[in-house]
């Protein structure tokens, strides 16, 4: 069955860097859209950033030049880069697959198969 186990969170202080990792199983990773997105305590859960099954990428605001999304499809892993950390990024983190190939928007309900998560806190 479809499967990602997200890894990579902790805890840093602001300004710096960590890389989540999601692995895929179940599917053809390559030939789908698929989505990083937080949750802080108390607030809704966000898209961060996301990636068409052909590789192109779309941020959120917030995180625009500052986190990066990528995939191996030969590993079917998918990573985010996120660099130059505020508390404001802490929360937890969850990957997901979109509902096709493109990636139709960033809101949560355009993705299914969500993984358990990782945390993220950044302290100041």
């Known amino acids: 069955q479809v499967n990602h186990v997200e890894s990579g969170g902790g805890s840093v202080q602001a300004g710096g860097s960590l890389t989540l990792s999601c692995v895929a199983s179940g599917y053809a990773f390559r030939l789908w859209c698929m989505g990083w997105f937080r949750q802080a305590p108390g607030k809704e859960r966000e898209g961060v950033a996301r990636?068409?099954?052909?590789?192109?990428?779309e941020y959120t605001n917030d995180v625009k030049g500052r986190f990066t999304i990528s995939r191996d499809n030969a590993k079917n892993t998918l990573s985010l880069q996120m660099n130059s950390l505020t508390p404001e990024d802490t929360g937890m983190y969850y990957c997901?697959?979109?509902?096709?190939?493109?990636?139709?928007?960033?809101?949560?309900?355009?993705?299914?198969?969500w993984g358990q998560g990782t945390q993220v806190t950044v302290s100041s």
């Open positions: 990636i068409g099954f052909d590789g192109i990428t």
């Open positions: 997901a697959r979109g509902l096709g190939s493109d990636c139709a928007g960033g809101a949560p309900s355009h993705y299914n198969y």
